[in-house]
Structure formats: C-alpha cells, structure tokens
C-alpha cells in the first residue's frame, strides 16, 4: 500500500514537472496566478508568452496555439472580464489533454473569484489559487491515465455525427412527406363528391374523342402516303473536287520553327504604314500621374444610396446587408455571445466569402479572426453586436489587403534613371489572363508620364505573340512618338533569358527608361517550362516581378500563385549568393467582369504577402487602375 501511494504521488508530481509554467493574468499585464513547473527553461518561457501576447491581442491572429523554439505555448481569453490563461510545455511533449486543464481552470477560476473580478478588488487583494490547481490537475491527469490504459472500443456509426446529421435530415423528409400525403387526402374527399355525380358522361365522352383521334391520325398518315411521288432520276454530273486545305509539313519532327515564323527578326522598331490607324489622340494625358482607385469614382454614389435606403427604412443601415443574420442571437435571454450561439452565424459568414470568390482557407481564418474578437463580450442590442462584427471583419480584411510594403512605380523608375540604368518588369503567369493586353496598358501609363519604354517579345513560344506585341507598339508609336517605345523580338523559338538579357543590355545602350519583359503562359503544373521562367528571372533579375492572373478565379488562383512563386525559390540560381527571386507583386485582369465575386483580390494578397499593384477593368489602354483597399473590402460585406 506504501509503494503504490508513493508511486501515485511520483507519478504526478512527474506530471506536474511537464508544465514549464502556467499563468493567469490580465490583459494589462497584472499576473494573478503562476504555477512554475520544471522551472528549466524560465527564461524561455517568459519570452514565449510574451510573443504569444504580441501574436494574439497586438497583431490579432486568430490561433491560440504558437511554438516559440522547443516550446509550445496555448493561450485562452476571456473577454468578459478581460484575462489571459496561458500554459507553456515542451514542444516534444505531445500532452493531448491541454485542452481541457486550461477550460477547467478558465471555469474554477471565474466561478471562485467572478464577485472580486467584477469589483475589481481581486488585483489588490490577491488571490489563493494553489490548492485549486493542484487539485484540478492531479483530477484530470488521473483521468487520463485511465483512459489511456483501458482498452480502446471501436466507434460505431450510430455515434457519430454523420449518423445525426442522416438521422435528422431523414425525419424532416418523413414530416413533409406526411404533411404532403393528408393535403392530398384532404383535396381527393372534398372532390369525390363532385366526381362521382359526373362519372356517366364525362365516360362516354371521353370514349369519343379517343376515337375521333385515332381516326383523324388514320387519316394523316394515310394522307403522306399519297402525297410521296416517285423520286426523279437525275442525270449525272461530275463536278470538279473542291480541294481541301494542304497539311504543313514539319521539319525534323516539328521542332523547326522555320514555316511558322512570319516575324522579322533582323529589325526592331515600328517601321510599318500608319496611314491606316485611327486617330486616338484624346487618349493622351488621361492616365498622367499615378493611378486612380478601383471603384473610387462610385463611393459617393454608394454611399448616398445607402443613406437614402436607410433613410426610408427608418433604421441605420448598419443591420441590412450580410450582417442581418446575426439577428439569430437571442438578445432577450442572453447578453454574452458564446461560441456556441456564434457558429450558425460563422458558418453563413463563411458560405457569404466563398460566394465572393474567397479562398477556402482565407475564409476559415476570417471567421476565426471575427470568433476570437466577439465570444465573451455582452452586447444589449443587436445594433451594437452587429457594428462590432463589422469592425472586426473590415479591420481583418483591410490588415490582409495592406501588404508589408507598397510598390511605386513611377518613383522606382525615377531612382534608377538616376542610376543611369533602365528599370526592368516581368511579366508572368498561366496562359489566356492577359498579359500582353494588360502590358501594353501598362506602356501607355508609363508613356503618358513622360518615359521611353522598351518592349520585349519574349514569348517566343506561341504564335502571334510578337506579331500581337508589334500591334501594340505600332498603335502606340503612332500616339507618341517612335523615339518613345520601340519593340525588341528576335522572331520565335530563342532563349527567353537570352534574349531578355541582350534587350535589358540594348536598353541601357539606348538609354530606354524601362523596359517590359512578355513571357509565354505556362501552367504551374509544368516543371520544365517553369524552370524556363526561372531561369530568366534569375539570370535578368528584373526589379519587379508581376504575376498576372484573373479575378475570375477563386481556389486556383491560390494554387497557382503558391507554385509560381515556388518555383522560382527553389530554380533560382541567385539562392547561393544569398538573394531569392520571388513574386514581387500582382496584376489583376478582368476586374470589370466579375461585379462584387473581389475575393481573388484576398487569396492572392494573403498567400505572397505581395501587393496588387495593378489592376485591368477593360480592354482599352486607360483601363487600368490601382487597388482601392475600401472599395474593395466594401464589395466583400454587402
């Protein structure tokens, strides 16, 4: 009996040197509650909490679960009364019931102290919570081991939740199918009556008309048999065959690109007739400076019909919208929102992003985010629950939007035309998202500021791509002038990297202030072709790298965006110098095509970090604008 009371007694004190520390403190930083386990890594500790802190109620990351080098820190909040419940273990201890000791302290601790707590006494009194502690988790350690020790019973289906979920769905079918089946009983008595005092009748009558049917459909058959005339022999005539179109023969197996070139390769420049171009003089200095907002022109606008619909709905405005449905939170009964009252509302808010063309996993980290900012707070109206939800998603999607840095264009070129050197922008993405429409927009913007642009006909790979790059110029030249833009192509089937290389070098030479580097569409899938993009990058080292994709998509355009940067992480022949090419911001095309669905706006901004720096609304050169981080967060909460 001694051995197994002192083996109990070691068995949790061992336990209880797992716990490098728990606390219980608050928001403000005044500690309540320490418990100092193995006190070997105290120092480690401390810092881990205080980042944690920083992640959790500075930078409002929605995970309250972060590693800090071999240590794993899991925080709790309570909003109600403003404290912070942190454990820190060891990261190589995989302690599955975590969980649940910091909700049975977060209980015990609210249910013992929560008159001092809402006095604001219990900071200067102190309080005696040792006891309670040990006590709670020698309980859930015993727990445990029980659980662990006793034999694992295979889950049937009847307890899970699918089974529920079947169980429930199959009883509604049931309730409407017999809601159903009496209407139907009711309708079919009230009519007998009526049905039965005109059986004779309607019998014999409807016994004539199907005869009268068949015979008229006796008649008309019989009637096509008369009328088919013996077919007339013609004489026959030989006509001449009409000869078809001629293959092209290939040379050595099709990789000849001799019969498909119609470039001309030995000249640059725009030496073609404008006589045949339309005049589009009125579009010069429309696009002078820097660019305008997406959707900046119909703020006003909105607003004012906002303001007009809230004006003769009698209310404020701020309960329509996608927000409405928080009104499900019973506000008579129940003052703090829970987790619980909060999950139908999550789980709408999320079926709302996806339907804007959100990512999956930036929707789930959005509702997160607003979960954490409003489970534990009292609201006595739905007004102001609704506002706070509001704040809080903006407040997420404008910190997703505002990237780390922002990229300025028109001062980036003036600091390397100071440098004497010309400023280089690549190109990139899968095939059909416009990148070549969406560089010429760019070349005009950049020729209505007052530089010489270069542009280089870099997809070598599909046909027409210079010739369409050629059109551009050509267009544009006419605008300007053929001193101001110029095209450089070498024809089809030539190194992209090369060739980027000679133009960036002959740009210098001609002193062009920026040059524009098309590249061929790829799927992201495509090793080889991938490596080709970063090989160029790595060996031309543009300063800015765009990747171009549509606001069309939504899922995809997170896998693309990942793999393309990927792939010139891991292909980059700069990585051993110690500098890394990688995805310096975006363009989005297609922006006027897609109405309120601005999700992919998110996931792009949210996987690189990068800024959109462009974006295409049209098909025409001055179709181009700059995000507008409030229009488009406006857009995703309607």
Known sequence: GINAEYGQHYYITNNLRMLELFSIFTKGGIVLFCFQGACTQLISSTQAVNESIKNILIQGSSSNQHNHKNLTIQLKLDNEFELVFAVVVQKMLQLSYLDKLIDAIHLEFRDKYKNELRDGTLWLN?????????????????????????????????????????????????????????????LATAVMGTASAESAAPAEKTKSEVELAREMMKKKKAGKKGKKKPEEVQPATTKPKKKGKEARSWDMGGKSTEGIDFSSPAENGTHVNNANLKDESYLKGTMSGDLTGVGEEDEDEEEEEVADDSMSNGTSGKSSGMFSFLKNINFSTQQTVTSESLQPVLDKLKEHLTSKNVASEISVQLCDSLESSLVGKSYSTFTGLTSTAKQALSDALTKILSPKHRVNVLRDVMEAKSKDRPYVITFCGVNGVGKSTNLAKVCFWLLDNGYRVLVVGGDTFRAGAVEQLRTHVVRLANLYSEDQVQLYERGYGKDPAGLAFEAIKYAKERRYDVVLVDTAGRMQDNEPLMRALSKLVALNNPDLTLFVGEALVGNEAVDQLVKFNQSLIDHSSNAAAGTKSVIDGILLTKFDCIDDKVGAAISMTYITGQPIVFVGTGQKYPDLKSLNVKSVVSALLR
């Open 126 to 186: 102190g309080c005696d919570f040792d006891t309670d502690f040990s006590g709670i988790l020698s309980k859930i350690e015993s727990e445990h081991r029980v659980q662990k020790a006793a034999p694992r019973a295979m889950k049937q289906f009847t307890q899970s939740k699918k089974f529920e979920k079947t169980a429930t769905a199959n009883k509604a079918m049931f309730e409407q199918d017999k809601s159903v089946a009496s209407t139907a009983a009711r």
